[in-house]
């Protein structure tokens, strides 16, 4: 499976944007890359997804890469309610992997009011 | 829609006791899933089921563990006997077939005295 790295902590302010970065050096060319979070004593709910092309939705937006070895979750006014763990998750749609979700550490993101 | 429903919430047992816990995913969702989500090795996909039928339970950790799903609305995860590091969040999540994102509930929270 192709490797994420993420920091493991970022801070925020409310109402600022927020770009939480993403690197997988080994992606391959039919791997969709995947954003979920997890907030506080929940279970972790999805965020977005892309290929190629920069993807938005009314949580967030996903900026990738033209070699496609990183990637930037947006989140563009944060909130109180954003704070959580994010996951970056890459998944081969080819393999049926999108079925098997592999979560790493993620990064913490705190916002501050 | 009440979304992926899990019970117990909360389940303190002792070593050695049968444990099971129970999902309901949401309806219409084909596929299931069960996680473990402990702080050394963080979420793991256990097993999941496409129309009732086990795909994958090449994360179950051991024989002590069964995951069973009688009809579409119900799935049990079962772990007889219970260990200390069995203790864990298990979360049970489920998908539509036509669609990418995994939609979880939220969470078993079990210790094993």
């Known amino acids: 499976d192709a490797k994420t790295t993420q920091p493991n902590s970022m801070e925020s302010n409310e109402e600022e944007p927020v770009h939480l970065p993403c690197n997988h050096s080994t992606i391959s060319g039919t791997d969709y890359i995947h954003w979920y979070r997890q907030l506080p004593s929940q279970g972790p709910e999805y965020v977005i997804h892309?290929?190629?092309s920069n993807v938005n939705n009314r949580m967030a937006s996903l900026a990738i890469a033209e070699d496609r070895k990183s990637s930037t979750l947006i989140l563009h006014r944060a909130t109180l309610r954003d704070a959580a763990v994010y996951y970056c998750i890459l998944r081969d749609e080819f393999s049926g992997g999108y079925n098997k979700l592999i979560f790493g550490a993620g990064t913490r993101l705190a916002v501050h009011p | 829609d009440a979304g992926v429903i899990q019970s117990p919430r909360h389940e303190v047992t002792e070593m050695g006791q049968e444990v099971t816990l129970r999902c309901k995913p949401i309806?219409?969702?084909?596929?299931l899933f069960w996680y473990r989500q402990t702080m050394m090795r963080g979420l793991e996909l256990l097993i999941y089921f496409n129309n009732n039928v086990p795909i994958d339970d090449s994360g179950m950790p051991e024989d002590r563990f069964s995951a069973k799903m009688p009809n579409a609305s119900f799935s049990t995860l079962k772990i007889q006997p219970s260990e200390p590091r069995d203790s864990a969040v298990y979360f049970c999540?489920?998908?539509?077939?036509?669609?990418?994102?995994?939609?979880f509930g939220p969470g078993t929270r079990l210790t094993v005295t």
């Open positions: 999540a489920s998908r539509n077939g036509l669609t990418y994102e995994q939609y």
């Open positions: 892309g290929l190629t």
């Open positions: 309806s219409g969702h084909d596929y």
